[in-house]
Structures are given as C-alpha cells and as structure tokens.
C-alpha cells in the first residue's frame, strides 16, 4: 500500500544551525510529493513539490527537497533556521491516477527553534 | 493566487443542531475539493472529496449522512455537520484543486480550516 513516513516526530534545534527534515514513500513508481508547513493559526502552506526533472527542488522560506528514488526520500533542508521556522511540517505524496488524487500524508514533524 | 477561505474560522454549537462550514476558492475554479480533519497534534484526515456538479466521495468510514457535502460551484463547497455531538469536535480543513491543472500541477491549496467545539 501507498505510504509517506516521517520517522521523527518532533526536533529541536538551534536558530542559525542546519535542518533536515526526514520523508520516507512507499510506492511503485515515483509519486508527486509535497512538503506543507502549517503554523499555529494558519493553514497549510505549501512549501515544495516534486514532480519530475531535477530532483533537488527549491521552495519559498529558504527551503529544499532533495528526490532519491533510490531511497525512497524527499528529505526537507534548510541551512539555516530561523525562530520563525517553529511549525509543524507535514510530507504528502499523490499515488493515484486520474482526477481525484488524493494526498497521502506523513504524521508530520514538529520543529522547535531555541534562541 | 491560489487562496482558499473558510467561514467561520471558530464555530460553537450546542449538541444536537447542524452546522455549515464554507469553503471558497477566491481567485481561481476548482473543479475537486477536499474536507479534512485534524485531531490535536495529528496528521490531517481525509473525510471527502468533491467534485462540482456531483456527489462527494467519502473515504471509509465517514458517515455521509452526517457530514453533508455541496460542490455547487467551481468555487463554493461546503460541510454541513449535522446533529452534532461532542466527539464531532475537531478542526475541520478544506483544500482545493484548479480546473485545468496540468499533469504535474495537482496541488492542493488550502484553506486556513474551522475550528468547531460542540458543547
């Protein structure tokens, strides 16, 4: 069955220190994949996508993806984290054909940021 | 673009009434959007997808004559929660996908969700 992992639940780290957040995909062949950002009183922001073509993939916020089909990842960076980065991140993949793709997600990985 | 509203953004209703949720694709059609439930500290949940001008399909277990979908318009679907009960408390998020998207651009934009408390 199609899946998306987030082994880590929740990470700490420090503001201005490096950040990779970890998504893991089970499926046959290469899915669509998505990383959303969802913070406190905000919708889900989308971050990133992946669909095809050059599997390092560039943002907003300063983030990227990098696509390893084969590691079965679409692992989430950033250089160098900001206070405002505190969110809750979420993994999201489409494994269906035809119109009603769904989005299968990840658990999600909260980040906190210390001073 | 691609903004995605809903009203409310908080509901508070007494057990046993109905409450309707809305949600708007304000600067683009949607032909298919998506009802979504988030429990505290969790993953989002789907609980439909609708497609205008016919019937939603509900994921399993969802009872769809509790949770009332309409996709009357490319850019109007709501959620009726229909004789509401504490448990039916949760925050209540919908998304939308563009008419016309191409092969790789399946997005889904969302709204900024409802947070319904049933007293």
């Known amino acids: 069955a199609q899946s998306v992992t987030q082994p880590d639940i929740h990470i700490t780290v420090s503001e201005g220190a490096s950040l990779e957040l970890r998504c893991n995909y089970s499926?046959?062949?290469?899915?669509?994949l998505f990383w959303y950002v969802q913070s406190p009183g905000q919708g889900l922001q989308l971050l990133l996508k992946?669909?095809?073509?050059d599997t390092l993939v560039q943002g907003i916020k300063g983030f990227e993806a990098e696509f390893k089909r084969s590691q079965s990842s679409f692992n989430l960076r950033k250089p160098s984290v900001h206070w405002s980065d505190a969110a809750e991140y979420f993994c999201?993949?489409?494994?269906?054909?035809?119109?009603?793709?769904?989005?299968?997600w990840g658990l999600g990985t909260s980040l906190a940021v210390n001073p | 673009g691609a903004v995605v509203s809903q009203h409310p953004s908080r509901v508070i209703c007494k057990s046993g009434t109905s409450v309707k949720i809305e949600c708007r694709s304000l600067?683009?059609?949607?032909?298919?959007m998506f009802w979504y439930r988030q429990f505290p500290k969790q993953s989002l949940m789907l609980m439909a997808t609708?497609?205008?001008?016919?019937?939603?399909?509900?994921e399993q277990g969802v009872e769809k004559d509790k949770f009332l979908i309409n996709h009357a318009s490319l850019t109007l679907s709501t959620l009726t929660v229909t004789s509401a009960h504490p448990e039916d408390s949760s925050f209540y998020i919908c998304?939308?996908?563009?008419?016309?998207?191409?092969?790789?651009?399946?997005?889904?934009?969302f709204g900024p969700g409802t947070r319904l408390t049933v007293t």
């Open positions: 998304s939308a996908r563009q008419v016309g998207a191409l092969a790789g651009g399946y997005e889904q934009y």
């Open positions: 600067d683009f059609q949607a032909t298919t």
């Open positions: 609708s497609n205008e001008g016919s019937k939603a399909t509900y």
């Open positions: 499926y046959g062949a290469t899915p669509y």
């Open positions: 992946y669909f095809s073509g």
């Open positions: 999201a993949g489409t494994f269906n054909a035809g119109n009603n793709r769904k989005l299968i």
